[in-house]
DNA sequence: CTCCTATGCCAACAGATGTTGGCCAACTGT
DNA sequence: ACAGTTGGCCAACATCTGTTGGCATAGGAG
C-alpha cells in the first residue's frame, strides 16, 4: 500500500482509452447525452469497468474535464503583442484537444463543470494577467473580459458552429480578435 | 373550422402558465435535465398537458425558445456609436428575459437549439450588419465576430457566471465591450 | 335541460440510464 | 505449481423519462 504510484499497473492503457473516449463523448454529445454506456462501446469495454475505475459518472467526467489553459510566461512578450500571442495561443491548445469543448458542452447541465471553468478561468487568466503589473483592482475584470471573448469564440466555433466563425482561419481570428484582447488587457 | 384563430380558446391561460414554466426550467436547467414532469409542476398542471398542447419535447422547446434579437435600425444611429448602442441594446433585450439562457444552454444537447442559434445570428445580425453599406464580403465575418463576443458575454454572464463578468454594471460592459463590437463593425 | 366538446387528471407503459454484485479468466509473486 | 490478486464481463435492479389512452368534469350551444 506504501506505492500506489509506483507500479504501473495493467489496466492503465484500458483506463487512458476510457478517458480518451469520455473526452470525445463528452466533447460531441454534452454530459447528460454521454451515457456511460456509450463511452463504453466506443472504448470496446463494458460500462461496469468505467464504474470500477471512476467510481460513478461524475468521477468520470472529473477525470476526463482535467485542463489546463498551458498560458506562457506573459512578462516575456512583447506589450504591445499580448493580445496576438493570447489569441493565437488559445487557437493552438484548443484544436485537437477535445477537453475544452467537453467541459464548455457540460457547464450547461453539469453544475461542477461551469465551477471548472469558473476556477480556470478566474485562477489561471487573472494569475497570468496579474504577471505584469496593471492596476490590480482592474486585473480580475480584465481577465473576466478576456475569458468573455475567448470562451464566445470557443463556443460559436466549436459548439454552435456559425458558420462565418467556423470558416475563418487562425490567422484572420488572430488578426481580428488579437486587437480585443490587447484592448482587454491594457486598455 | 373556418375560424381558427379568431375564438381565443379557455386553454390559452394554461398553454401560456406552460410557456412561461418551460422557458424557466430550460433556461436554469438545460434541455435534457428540465423534464416535462418538473415543468408541469411548475405550472401546476398535469405532465400529460404539456404533451397534449406542444405534441412532444421538441415542440414544447421548439415554442418556448421563440427569440427575436429586436434590432434597432442601425442605419438611424450615429456610426461612431453604434457599438456602444448595440451592446446595452443585447443587455437590454437579454436581462429580464430567460429565453437566450434557455438557448444557449439547450444548444449544448439539443442541435435544434444550436441550429436556431445560427439561423438569429447568421440572418438577423447579418442584415442588420449589412444595413450600413461595408463590403458586402466581409459583413458575414463582421456578423460572426460580434456573434462571438456578445454569446461570450451571455456564456460568461449568464450560464458561466463569472464572478468578474457577473458583477459588472451594464455602464461597464457597454464602456468595455462596445469599442469591440464597434472594432468588428468598421475596423 | 341536454348534448357535445374542451379541459384536466390518473395510471400505466416502454425504453433508457446509472449503478451493483457475482462470476470467470488471466496474470504474478513465491 | 499454487494461491491470491487483478482485469473483465454478464445480468439484474431501481429509477427516471417521454409518451399514451382512458376517464371524469365543466362550459357553452341548441
Redesign the pocket.
Known amino acids: 500500500m506504501t506505492e500506489s504510484a509506483t507500479r504501473p ?3 492503465d492503457a ?1 483506463r487512458a482509452t476510457i478517458l480518451r473516449a469520455a473526452r470525445a463523448r463528452f466533447a460531441a454529445d454534452g454530459y447528460d447525452r454521454a ?4 463511452i463504453a462501446a466506443d472504448a ?6 468505467v ?2 475505475y471512476y467510481g ?3 468521477g468520470l467526467f472529473a477525470a476526463a474535464a482535467e485542463f489546463d489553459l498551458r498560458l506562457p510566461d506573459l512578462t516575456e512578450v512583447a506589450p504591445d503583442r499580448l493580445g496576438e500571442v493570447l489569441v493565437r495561443h488559445f487557437l493552438d491548445r484548443w484544436e485537437g484537444d477535445d477537453t475544452l469543448a467537453a467541459l464548455l458542452r457540460a457547464a450547461s447541465a453539469n453544475p461542477g463543470a461551469a465551477e471548472r471553468i469558473r476556477r480556470i478561468f478566474t485562477d489561471q487568466l487573472t494569475a497570468a494577467v496579474a504577471t505584469f503589473g496593471t492596476d490590480p483592482v482592474t486585473t480580475a475584470r480584465r481577465a473576466g473580459l478576456v475569458a468573455s471573448q475567448m470562451l464566445g469564440l470557443a463556443l460559436t466555433r466549436y459548439i454552435v458552429r456559425l458558420p462565418p466563425v467556423v470558416e475563418m482561419g487562425p490567422a484572420e481570428v488572430v488578426a481580428w480578435v488579437g486587437p480585443t484582447i490587447q484592448h482587454y488587457l491594457r486598455g
Chains 1, 2 share one sequence.
Open positions: 499497473r495493467r489496466s484500458t451515457t456511460i454506456r456509450a470496446r469495454i463494458d460500462p461496469s469497468m464504474m470500477r460513478s459518472k461524475e
